[in-house]
T-cell receptor, first 115, second 109 residues
Framework: DAGVIQSPRHEVTEMGQEVTLRCKPI?????LFWYRQTMMRGLELLIY????????DSGMPEDRFSAKMPNASFSTLKIQPSEPRDSAVYFC?????????????FGQGTRLTVV | SQQGEEDPQALSIQEGENATMNCSYK?????LQWYRQNSGRGLVHLIL?????REKHSGRLRVTLDTSKKSSSLLITASRAADTASYFC?????????FGKGITLSVRP
């Protein structure tokens, strides 16, 4: 398996534009996490899905952020409209919770810069 | 909000020395995990310890867990320059995985 695949790796956009980040989890994993990492706030859990269903989105900063998981092999995180304070590295991770106590596998991240 | 809180925030040691990093958490957990992150990369899982375990080893890594104190420690023995990275503890509960802010470890050659 190629691991968790995120795209794009880097994104530079102007304030007010829509940004869509993409994630392909590891085949067979049934949990998917979106995290945001900044120097100031560290690694924040934004939302996680279990069996394609959003379980906890309490970490989503505001209504400008939305996430979907239309099927087991794809998820998106959308920011509309984007703002400079959204600049961060966004990580997607997947794990299998069919067994208890499993590790999460991370993608390489998307570095987002909003100017 | 952060569940796990690591300390120290930064640690600098000489190659060959041992590095000890601590993590405290607030709520009940199913397991606690430690991850490493090299600069500009994603996090990589190091070791997982279940809530009913007290100690676990993996190569040069030793993890302890004290659920009564809600704390864990990660010991890296005989450190190498390649161990230079950020280390995070993560608490797992009900499929949710929450990370601390991390510890920056620098190993001087």
């Amino acid at each position: 398996d190629a691991g968790v695949i995120q795209s794009p790796r880097h994104e530079v956009t102007e304030m007010g534009q829509e940004v869509t980040l993409r994630c392909k989890p590891i085949s067979g994993h049934n949990s998917l996490f979106w995290y945001r990492q900044t120097m100031m706030r560290g690694l924040e859990l934004l939302i996680y899905f279990n069996n394609n269903v959003p379980i906890d989105d309490s970490g989503m900063p505001e209504d400008r952020f939305s996430a979907k998981m239309p099927n087991a092999s794809f998820s998106t995180l959308k920011i509309q409209p984007s703002e400079p304070r959204d600049s961060a590295v966004y990580f997607c991770a997947s794990s299998s919770t069919r067994q208890t106590n499993t590790e999460a596998f991370f993608g390489q991240g998307t570095r987002l810069t909003v100017v | 909000s952060q569940q796990g809180e690591e300390d120290p925030q930064a640690l600098s040691i000489q190659e060959g020395e041992n590095a000890t990093m601590n993590c405290s958490y607030k709520t009940s957990i199913n397991n606690l995990q430690w991850y490493r992150q090299n600069s500009g990369r994603g996090l990589v899982h190091l070791i997982l310890i279940r809530s009913n375990e007290r100690e676990k080893h993996s190569g040069r890594l030793r993890v302890t867990l004290d659920t009564s104190k809600k704390s864990s420690s990660l010991l890296i023995t005989a450190s190498r320059a390649a161990d230079t990275a950020s280390y995070f503890c993560a608490t797992g509960a009900n499929s949710k995985l929450t990370f601390g802010k991390g510890i920056t470890l620098s190993v001087r050659p």
